[in-house]
């Protein structure tokens, strides 16, 4: 009973001094604290539940994916080693991030100590801005294949597109288990601020750093992904009005040789020969490939915007808003739901190639129906 009370005393104090001494140094909910206001006990279940089940599709998903590229040729090339990345990283997270997430939120509280709370934190960060990262890298891929496609092709060499793989890794990995794990080490204060209860990275209290890391690792990738768009979807246009051009001046000679042709045919002589048309067949499959490029890139893209945005411009909010960060329903339930938001990107994955590529569509098929026969 004592235990009790001195924990809903610590609660207590910890949201007066939250709602008291607020200010822009010291912003950004926790992922997971305890608090006073616990959700109700249905809305806990229904939250596991969901939980749950999002996670056992994410995972589920994503190893269809990664069976999917080993077991078809057509799917294994290097342009797709980047899709292949992006579904480890999407499986990670419906292993590690989702599973833990839900049990915090569930129990309201972190039950599993600082450490692990820690190792949890900074593999989170490291999956999801490896995440980001291949993202953009898809989005350059398209880009390169569209605007400089025989120079990007001599380039594009199966060693240098897993190098490029390895590095949306290891950064993430090194900016986050760094700045996580050895946070008390570098900045010399202990983890003190902190129970074992709550579970948030330290340097989340530095609203400055904060505000600078969102925008540096999303805001500005961001950007560069719809400026990169943008060249895309204008290369695409110019090629389709080109193979729609030379698609109605093979129609007018078509039509022009079918008017001549009864008078070519009585002055018909042994050196006539057919007219070829292979320059407009390859402007055709240039714009061929254009398209598929845009359409992979627009649904991709577009999932990841309508995913990670809400959580990002959150975190702006929050940081200058003090009567928001006041509010429970805008600093705890809001944040849950656009922090999970994000994770739901992960799940969607699976479905975006299949929308984009008919060759992923097809392998899907064939093992859901356990067909290996064409793979």
Sequence with gaps: MVEQLSFIFFNESLIFYNLTNYNIQESSSAILVSSSHPYPIQVNIALAVI???TSLLTI???VLVLVSFFVDRQIRQPTN??????????FLIGCISMPFLTLGIYKNQWVLGSFLCDIWL????TVCLASIYTVLLITVDRFCSVKIPAKYRNWRTKKRIIFLVLLTWFVPALIFFISTMGYPLYSKKSNLSLSDLQCDVQWNKNAYFNLGLTIGYFWVTLLVMFILYFFIYQVASDLEKRSK???KKVSTIIEENRILLPIAEQNKTPTSTPTKSKPCSRNSGTSSKARKALRTITVIMGAFVICWTPWHVHTIIQTFCKTCRESIVFNTYLFHACYFLCYLNSPINPFCYALANRQFKKTYTRLL???FRQL
Aim: charged letters at 15%.
């Design 122 to 125: 900074s593999l989170d960060y």
């Design 51 to 53: 939980g749950t089940f």
């Design 245 to 247: 051009a030379n698609a």
């Design 369 to 371: 129906r356990c067909d």
């Design 60 to 62: 589920s998903g994503n």
């Design 81 to 90: 080693y980047f899709i292949f990345s992006l579904a480890i990283s999407d």
